[in-house]
């Protein structure tokens, strides 16, 4: 009897611990994998807040001197007074340096020279030579530049016009013919003076003058203007500048000083004719 108790007392104990089991869910367990996850490592930013750079500025200090010189070896058609360019020189160059510091979008915070760190690069001269032919580029010094009207001595008319060499009208009045054939008044052809010089500047050669004195129909002392040759008539490397009337030149335009005028050609103008079948120079 007391053998039975014990042994339904037995069973009784091992179906509770049976239903204390834990369950597994096989459908779960198939459908839903437990999944470890395995971290990676992430790229990091190395890049310094600020950079630091070097910058070179260079400065013009002073522009090349220029030298005139004499030449044994002359250009086809080159004259011992008209000087071309042989050396195109350099200025004379600071360099200097300086520490920029930049945050990280690029933005200047500063910028600061560095002191003793500045140095000079020479100048080199331009050099002249004599003995060029008078072309687009070259300089001549005229030894005085003269005043004339178109009733100078062997070219007056009675009717107060007269041609130039190169066929353009001038009068006393003054006026002067321009490419179309209208008498304008004024001493210029085309916006340019009128200047004459010896055969050996080709007729309607463009030039600028500088260094000059004159003063009167829009010339001013030491103002650079530009010119034409459109007459003959004087020697050498001087040149006449044409101002209406002769006899009275000095009303007209007035030498303030002396001077020592540069001559330089520009420009070639061409000998032609106008529909009217007038001689005139056709500008470039």
């Known amino acids: 009897m007391n053998k039975s108790i014990l042994s339904v007392a037995l069973l009784a104990f091992s179906v509770t611990l049976s239903s204390c089991a834990p369950r597994v869910n096989a459908v779960n367990t198939a459908t839903n994998p ?22 070179t500025v260079e400065t013009v200090v002073s522009q090349p ?10 250009q086809p058609g080159g004259l011992s ?15 200097d340096q300086y520490t920029v510091a930049s945050d990280i979008n690029g ?17 080199t001269p331009t050099v002249y030579k004599y003995g060029a032919a008078p072309t687009i580029g070259s300089v ?23 041609p130039t060499s190169s066929g353009v009208l001038v009068s006393v009045e003054p006026a002067v013919q321009q490419m179309d054939g209208t008498m304008l008044p004024g001493i210029t052809y085309e916006g340019y003076y009128v200047l004459a010089s010896s055969p050996r500047i080709p ?77 005139i120079c056709k500008l470039p």
């Open 34 to 55: 437990m999944i470890f996850q395995t971290l990676s490592a992430l790229p990091q930013i190395t890049r310094d807040p600020y950079s630091l750079e070097i910058e």
């Open 65 to 74: 001197r220029i030298i005139y010189q004499r030449s044994s070896i002359w």
């Open 81 to 95: 007074w008209i000087a071309a360019k042989a050396v195109t020189g350099t200025p004379r160059i600071r360099v």
């Open 107 to 123: 933005n200047v915070l500063s910028r600061t020279l560095n002191v003793g760190e500045t140095t000079f690069i020479d100048a």
């Open 140 to 162: 001549f010094f005229p030894s005085r530049i003269f005043r004339y009207g178109a009733n100078c001595a062997g070219c007056y008319s009675k009717t107060g016009t007269s």
């Open 203 to 279: 007729i309607c050669t463009i030039v600028e003058i500088t260094n000059h004195r004159f003063q009167g129909f829009g010339l001013i002392p030491n103002k650079p203007f530009k010119a034409i040759v459109l007459d003959r008539g004087v020697r050498d490397n001087t040149l006449d500048l044409f101002v209406g009337d002769e006899s009275q030149y000095n009303s007209m335009v007035r030498l303030t000083e002396k001077q020592f005028p540069k001559v330089e050609i520009i420009g070639m103008g061409t000998p032609a004719r106008n529909a009217s079948g007038d001689r």
